[in-house]
């Protein structure tokens, strides 16, 4: 049985709501990758990628997840994109189950439009945007994927079953 979990998938999905229910429900010990980072850094991703840019946001993805080598019983709710450098896979792979929460564009859009938090939707907060990000990632999803669920009309309970039942 693998030790912890990976939550992978697009902004919205729903990973950071399936972590918290795996972490309350469960008792893993959770860790969200953005606030773990803006912990870290001491101020937002949207300020970090202001200031420094994505290039140096992604860079301190990698290393975060690299740092997570040893932990145990862990749930990990990741950036949405996480998966698109390989480096990232392997270290996910090496550690855990990773496990794809994909949703429709239409819930994506209907769960951030009201949200300023995430820099890459800025001026760009339309289904077609997110449909258009989607499909590009979508490879890469599905590469990094031991298990996707599709969310769209389910609790976060029972996704959490289902990702349970996989393990
Ligand atoms: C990003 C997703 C965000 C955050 C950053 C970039 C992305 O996390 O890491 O804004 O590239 O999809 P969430 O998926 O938790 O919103």
Redesign the pocket.
């Known amino acids: 049985m693998h030790e912890n979990i990976f939550l992978i998938?697009?902004?919205?999905?729903g990973?950071?709501t399936v972590a918290r229910t795996l972490h309350n429900e469960y008792r893993m010990r959770l860790i969200?990758?953005?606030e773990q980072?803006e912990a870290q850094e001491g101020r937002s991703?949207?300020r970090i990628?202001v200031e420094d840019g994505?290039a140096y946001?992604r860079a301190l993805?990698t290393k975060l997840l690299l740092d997570l080598a040893n932990e145990n019983n862990t749930v990990v709710?990741?950036?949405?994109?996480?998966p698109?450098r390989g480096e990232n896979i392997a270290a996910m792979r090496a550690c855990g189950r990773i496990i794809y929460l994909s949703a429709a564009p239409e819930t994506i859009y209907g769960r951030?439009k009201n949200s300023h938090?995430?820099?890459?939707?800025e001026g760009n907060m339309n289904v077609e945007y997110i449909e258009a990000?989607m499909k590009k990632?979508l490879p890469k999803y599905l590469e990094a994927a031991d298990l996707t669920i599709e969310t769209d009309g389910k609790s976060a309970l029972q996704i959490c079953r289902e990702i349970l039942a996989d393990m």
Not at 9 to 13: K, V
Not at 77 to 82: F, H, L, R, Y
């Open positions: 998938g697009f902004m919205g999905a990973k950071s969200e990758m953005d980072i991703v949207s990628f994505e946001f993805e709710s990741c950036g949405g994109g996480v698109m951030v938090t995430r820099p890459l939707l990000l990632r």
